[in-house]
């Protein structure tokens, strides 16, 4: 749909044609597209100014990386944990209580992240 000012720059174009004849009606016709495409990008720009900016694609997530760090150092400290106390015939309990505390430091870097 057409603002009034397009119209009107327009109607000034075409009149432009008319009387300056048909040899600068290419250099009418760009000056009239660039008019209209500025409008259309101070829309663009406008519209936007009120949305949330979007991560673009092939960015993570701050921290994704620690959190893979994380998830591969817990889980070769339980597996060596519980290794070493099947092995030993330990009490099953220490791996247990080994778990826990792997479990714990996880929750807890997961709640930080929340609030960050």
Known sequence: MMTTDSADELKAAVAARRDLGPEYEDAIVEG???????????????????LPTPTPAGQSKR?????????????????????????????MGLSFMLWLGVVAVNVAFML???RS
Do not use: C, M
Not at 33 to 48: T, W
Not at 63 to 91: F, H, K, P, R
């Open 32 to 50: 009239f597209l660039e008019k209209v495409d500025q409008q259309i990008e101070e829309r663009v720009r406008q519209r936007a100014a009120g």
């Open 63 to 91: 921290g994704d990386g620690q959190v893979l760090a994380l998830a591969i150092v817990s889980l070769g400290v339980g597996l060596i944990g519980t290794i070493t106390t099947a092995v030993n015939d330990a009490d």
């Open 112 to 114: 930080s992240r929340r």
